[in-house]
Structures are given as structure tokens and as C-alpha cells.
């Protein structure tokens, strides 16, 4: 059973630092690119970070860029986005994606976590 399943979201202040992670099982990590999403009320879904299957490459959305470093860590079938200088409009629900580097219409997602940024 493949199960995505994030952790580490919460309440920090502007300015502050949180770590996501997201739990992989059921499916072969290695052959998987991963990918952090967010959505916030109102606003559509937002790709935020991938990393390749071995870490070689990480892409980061241009409002996170410098601030967020996502990372894999594929003997614990782990994935993390460092997140610091939180701002109130990185307020939103974050979500996992797995994506085969085989066929890219196999892919899964987690059921999220909250960040919300706010005084």
C-alpha cells in the first residue's frame, strides 16, 4: 500500500523556521522524483520544490528560492524542505508528490500539512 505521509507543519511567526518531512512506503523511493506542493485558500496549487531521484538536481519555485532546500534522504525513504525567513504568504496546506521517472502519470500525493505564518 503506497502511502505518502507528511509531518512538521505548524503555528511560526514571520521570520522563523520550520522542517517538513514526508514518510515514503509501498513503492520503490529510488525511482521517484519528489516534489513539495502547497495551496493556500482560494489560490490554485503551487509546485514549490522537486528533487531528482538521487539528489542531483532541486528546482525551487521563484518566491521560496534561497529561502527553502528541499533534500531526500533514500536509505530512510525520506523527504524534507527546510523551510526558514517564513513570510505570511507561505501560509498553506503542504503536500508530498511522488512522481516514476518511468511513467509520469504514476504518482501519489499526501494528505498535507498546515504552515501558518503569523504574529
Known amino acids: 500500500q503506497v502511502q505518502l505521509v507528511e509531518s512538521g507543519g505548524g503555528l511560526v511567526q514571520p521570520g522563523g523556521s520550520l522542517r517538513l518531512s514526508c514518510a515514503a512506503s509501498?513503492?520503490?523511493?529510488?525511482?521517484?522524483?519528489m516534489k513539495w506542493y502547497r495551496q493556500a485558500p482560494g489560490k490554485e496549487r503551487e509546485l514549490v520544490a522537486t528533487?531528482?531521484?538521487?539528489?542531483?538536481?532541486?528546482t525551487y519555485a521563484d518566491s521560496v528560492k534561497g529561502r527553502f532546500t528541499i533534500s531526500r534522504d533514500n536509505g530512510k525513504n525520506m523527504v524534507y524542505l527546510q523551510m526558514n525567513s517564513l513570510k505570511p504568504e507561505d501560509t498553506a496546506v503542504y503536500l508530498c508528490?511522488?512522481?516514476?521517472?518511468?511513467?509520469?502519470?504514476?504518482?501519489?500525493w499526501g494528505q498535507g500539512t498546515q504552515v501558518t505564518v503569523s504574529s
Open positions: 509501498g513503492f520503490t523511493f529510488n525511482r521517484y522524483r
Open positions: 528533487i531528482t531521484t538521487f539528489g542531483g538536481t532541486r
Open positions: 508528490n511522488a512522481v516514476s521517472v518511468v511513467d509520469s502519470t504514476e504518482n501519489y
